[in-house]
C-alpha cells in the first residue's frame, strides 16, 4: 500500500468546545474529502462536515477505522481520522502509524527524512484532556506530571497497578484517564487505594466531567475524600490527583512550580 498521492491528517479536536480546536485541525478537516470517526466526536465538529464524505464507526473498531482511513488516502484521496483531544493521547495517531509501518504506506512520513508539508500521514495535535481539566481546576499540573490510564483493555493491570506506585512514590502530579467504563467500576478506587501508600490525605484531587462540553462539572477534594466522589467519576471524567506541595485555594488546586525557592513574593 501507498499513499504517494493521497494525504491522511490524524487529527485531534480537543476536548469538545469548537473554541478549543486548533485553526490547523479544522483546515485539515476542511481540505479532506472524507472524514472518519465516532460518531461522539463527529457529532462535536458537526458544522464543518457539510461537503465531506463522512463515515462513521464504533468503539473498539479502531484498527478497521484506521485501515479504512489508510486505504482511501492510499486511492489518491485526502482523509481526516478523528480523535478527541490529541491524537498522539490514547488516540487514534499509534494504531494508524502501526498499520501503516506494517503495511509500508506512507513510508515518507519517517524522520529520517525531512518532515515539511507534504508530508502524507500528519498528525495535527490538540488539546488534551489533561490540559483542559487542568485549566478549569487552575494550575495543578504547574510542575512534573504523569498521566495514567486506567483502562486494562489493552494494557494489563499489573502494568497499571506498577506505573500509579512509581508515579505517586516519585512524587509526579497523576493525571488519570479512563477511570471509569461500565465493565471497571472499581479501577478508580484502587487507584486511590495505592496513592494513598505514598500521599497524605490532605492532598488535593481534582475532578472533571465533560470539560468544556455543555455538561461540564468539576469537584475539588481531597485524597482522602475522593472516594466520596466514587459515583461522579465516570468515563468522561479525568481526575487530577496532586502532589506533596500541591495546594488548594478556593475552588482551585495551585501546584507551585518553585519560584518560592528562588524568590520571594
Ligand atoms: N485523546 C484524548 C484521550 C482519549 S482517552 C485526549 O488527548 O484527551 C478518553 C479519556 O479521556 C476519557 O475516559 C476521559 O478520562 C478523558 N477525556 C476526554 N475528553 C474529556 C473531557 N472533555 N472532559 C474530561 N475528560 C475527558
Redesign the pocket.
Same mark, same amino acid.
Given at each position: 500500500m501507498s499513499i504517494k498521492d493521497g494525504k491522511l491528517y490524524i487529527v @485531534?479536536i480537543g476536548? %469538545?468546545h469548537p473554541d478549543l480546536m486548533t485553526v490547523a485541525a479544522q483546515q485539515a478537516i476542511l481540505k479532506s474529502e472524507y472524514v472518519i470517526g465516532n460518531t461522539t466526536y463527529l457529532d462535536q465538529i458537526e458544522p464543518l462536515l457539510p461537503g465531506r464524505k463522512v463515515i462513521t464507526s464504533s468503539m473498539g473498531e479502531e484498527i478497521a477505522r484506521a485501515r479504512h482511513a489508510l486505504e482511501l488516502a492510499s486511492r489518491g484521496k485526502t482523509v481526516s481520522i478523528i480523535? @478527541?483531544?490529541?491524537?498522539g493521547? &490514547? %488516540?487514534m495517531a499509534g494504531i494508524v502509524l502501526e498499520i501503516a509501518e506494517k503495511d509500508g504506506a506512507g513510508a515518507d512520513a519517517k524522520m529520517d527524512v525531512e518532515v515539511d508539508a507534504d508530508t502524507r500521514i500528519q498528525v495535527i495535535p %490538540?488539546v *488534551?484532556?489533561a490540559n483542559?481539566?487542568a485549566s478549569i481546576l487552575g494550575s495543578p499540573i504547574t510542575s512534573d506530571f504523569a498521566t495514567i490510564s486506567l483502562s486494562d483493555l489493552l494494557t494489563p493491570w499489573e502494568d497499571i497497578e506498577k506505573r500509579i506506585a512509581g508515579a505517586a512514590a516519585s512524587d509526579f502530579v497523576i493525571v488519570l &484517564? !479512563?477511570?471509569k467504563s461500565r465493565n471497571r467500576n472499581t479501577n478508580f478506587g484502587r487507584c486511590i487505594e495505592i496513592v494513598r501508600r505514598y500521599r497524605s490525605g490532605s492532598v488535593p484531587v481534582g475532578l472533571?466531567? !465533560?470539560?468544556?462540553?455543555d455538561v461540564e462539572r468539576a469537584v475539588v477534594t481531597t485524597l482522602e475524600r475522593a472516594l466520596d466522589y466514587d459515583d461522579f467519576v465516570d468515563?468522561? *471524567? *479525568?481526575a487530577i490527583i496532586g502532589n506533596s506541595e500541591s495546594r488548594i485555594w478556593g475552588e482551585r488546586i495551585i501546584t507551585p512550580r518553585g519560584y518560592h525557592r528562588k524568590y520571594d513574593y
Open positions: @485531534g476536548p %469538545g480523535s @478527541g483531544g490529541d491524537a493521547v &490514547y %488516540g %490538540g *488534551t484532556a483542559s481539566a &484517564y !479512563n477511570p472533571v466531567k !465533560n470539560a468544556f462540553r468515563m468522561h *471524567t *479525568t
